[in-house]
């Protein structure tokens, strides 16, 4: 409390720039009514330069069950004391910081009345928490098949689906996962039934959103969040051995799981070459990314620092190479 110009707790409070003394004053009255033995507790607590805030602790059960009862015993007798009028949203919050100085009376009441240990731990704020889990396989030997869409495609990502159970072997079990991006529970429903008879098969729904990667992503026309959750397809999918990524406006005429025969040795993907971005380069087509418009030329080169515009793969259909390791690789290239 000094560092933050109070004398100790009990000053701090009386200067802070939302908080009311008065209404701690009236907590503290309701405590010595009702506990009387917290008397020496609140003095040390007030007098102190430090303490525990922002109401953050993990406690054995039984002891946070007598700290509850203890404190709302007294914060519901506080409320018919304290009048909150013409407070604003932050001095509203009164309750809130008032039991953070009743955590604290209430832990040095425990230290004087017996051996209890308390562990302080350095707080850590994430500011960019991701998803880092993986999906198990639903079969124990399946093609696993990805597709990407949000609402706006969950028509044409059903007539794929449904050209695929169409074209099915039914000797072969299909565990197809859908990235997700607020596809309505209407269309999943509408989804989950074009496999529902066949076991099979397995439909499943996972949101992109789960990753704050994309929330900075540049995106335009039909490129959406959705267009680049192919990337985290090795993180997600690393217990399995290849994964089958397709775009959603594509229909197949054969079975799809064919592809997983392709030997792809040390290679991390399986694709085809894009002979339209070739065309965008022989004839100087606009690209727009995040760095800006150019054209197809000098975006290969500047944005995806590529040399020979051969080398550039279309990416609605991906074969990945996952294990063994995959996720790592991928992850290693990624930097």
């Keep these: 409390m000094t560092s933050a110009g109070s004398k100790n707790n009990l000053d701090h409070y009386e200067k802070g720039e939302f908080l009311h003394i008065k209404d701690y004053l009236a907590a503290l009255e309701v405590v010595e009514e009702l506990y009387p033995d917290y008397k020496a507790a609140i003095q040390q607590f007030n007098n102190a330069t430090d303490g525990y805030y922002t109401n953050m602790f993990v406690m054995h059960k039984d002891m946070f069950v007598d700290y509850s009862e203890w ?24 309750i809130g910081h008032i039991a953070e100085r009743l955590f604290n009376i209430y832990i040095i009441k425990q230290q004087q009345d017996r051996a209890l240990k308390v562990k302080e731990l350095q707080r850590t704020f994430v500011t960019n928490e991701t998803f880092n889990g993986k999906l198990e396989p639903v079969f124990p ?3 696993p098949i990805v597709i990407s869409f949000d609402d ?7 007539a794929l689906i449904n050209s695929i159970v169409r074209h099915s072997d039914k000797n072969t079990h299909y565990d197809i ?14 989804l989950l039934k074009l496999v529902s008879a066949h076991t099979n098969f397995s439909l499943r729904f996972f949101d992109v959103n789960a990753f704050t990667e994309l929330n900075g992503v540049h995106t335009r026309a039909h490129f959406s ?8 397809i090795p993180q997600l999918f690393r217990e399995y051995e290849k994964v089958i990524f397709i775009d959603s406006d594509t229909v197949v005429k054969a079975d799809l799981a064919t592809l997983l ?3 792809l040795g040390t290679n991390l ?7 339209v971005m070739e065309g965008f380069v022989k004839f100087g087509a606009m690209s727009e990314s995040a760095d800006g418009v150019m054209p197809a030329g000098e ?37």
């Design 225 to 232: 969040a959705s267009t680049y959750a192919r990337l985290f």
């Design 141 to 143: 030997h399946a093609a």
């Design 71 to 94: 404190l709302f015993a007294i914060l519901t007798n506080l409320e018919s004391r304290i009048s909150m009028n013409n407070y604003n949203a932050q001095e509203k919050r009164v």
């Design 299 to 335: 975006y290969l080169q500047k944005t995806l620092k590529m040399t020979k515009p051969d080398e550039y793969f279309q990416a609605g259909i991906i074969v990945f190479n996952v294990a063994p390791d995959g996720a790592g690789r991928y992850l290693l290239r990624a930097d």
């Design 261 to 263: 025969n392709v030997d």
């Design 269 to 275: 993907v399986a694709a085809v070459k894009d002979i």
């Design 152 to 158: 706006n495609y969950a028509i044409s990502g059903g």
């Design 177 to 190: 996962v859908v990235l997700e991006n607020k596809v309505s529970n209407l269309n999943k429903q509408r």
